[in-house]
């Protein structure tokens, strides 16, 4: 595609459910990065991919987040049973190279109610 | 501890103005971005930089490795420029991200 695709766009879910969010990233983009934006704040990081390999998921804040990559382009990043404070904007960004030329999504707005 | 520093927070000005947004920060870094955030959510990239100074159309962004200062310059500004505009850092595996400048620009 063009661009990162996320989906979806909006998503409310009810507190303890859970949740499953995509980012489809450019093709060839080997680099993929999932952030989180709580409203009025910059993104967090939360984990990042370098193919189908999690590099690095120190920025995830409890085990209720789980993120894979298991082919090495689309990722999805799971809420289990998710909590007012998960409400916030879910952003992806990929690159062909760690260094250069990173492309973020639009973002997934989480409202947990 | 905030890698990152934005200034302003917020900002309004006057269609036609010349803005300067500036970004700090405090480690060594591999790249830094510019973003445009609009309501709603929508991230867009619009600099990535090294070294030196890139220009698009009305926006100008410049950076200074030795100082660890970024700038982010829109000549001619207009409304439909509003929105907030991010710096981000990158190094190692990691982006930093700054608060944003809000930017209102009015008609």
């Known amino acids: 595609g063009a661009g990162v695709s996320q989906s979806p766009r909006y998503k409310v879910a009810k507190r303890g459910q859970d949740v499953a969010l995509r980012c489809d990233p450019i093709s060839g983009h080997v680099s993929l990065f999932w952030y989180q934006q709580a409203l009025g704040q910059g993104p967090e990081f939360l984990t990042y991919f370098q193919n189908e390999a999690q590099l690095d998921k120190s920025g995830l804040p409890s085990d209720r987040f789980f993120a894979e990559r298991p082919e090495g382009s689309v990722s999805t990043l799971k809420i289990q049973r998710t909590q007012q404070e998960d409400s916030a904007v879910y952003l992806c960004?990929?690159?062909?190279?760690?260094?250069?030329?990173?492309?973020f999504g639009s973002g997934t707005r989480l409202t947990v109610v | 501890k905030n890698e990152v520093e934005q200034s302003p927070q917020n900002l309004t000005a006057q269609e036609g103005e010349f803005i300067t947004i500036n970004c700090s920060y405090s480690v060594g870094i591999s790249a830094l971005h510019w973003l445009q955030q609009h309501p709603g959510g929508g991230i867009v990239s619009l600099f990535m930089l090294s070294s030196g100074k890139k220009k698009h159309g009305r926006l100008i962004a410049t950076i200074n490795i030795q100082e660890k200062h970024s700038s982010l310059h829109i000549t001619a500004s207009h409304p439909r420029d509003s929105a907030v505009y991010i710096c981000a850092i990158r190094t190692g595996n990691q982006f930093y991200f700054g608060t944003g400048t809000s930017l209102t620009v009015i008609p």
């Open positions: 960004a990929g690159a062909p190279d760690p260094n250069y030329g990173y492309t």
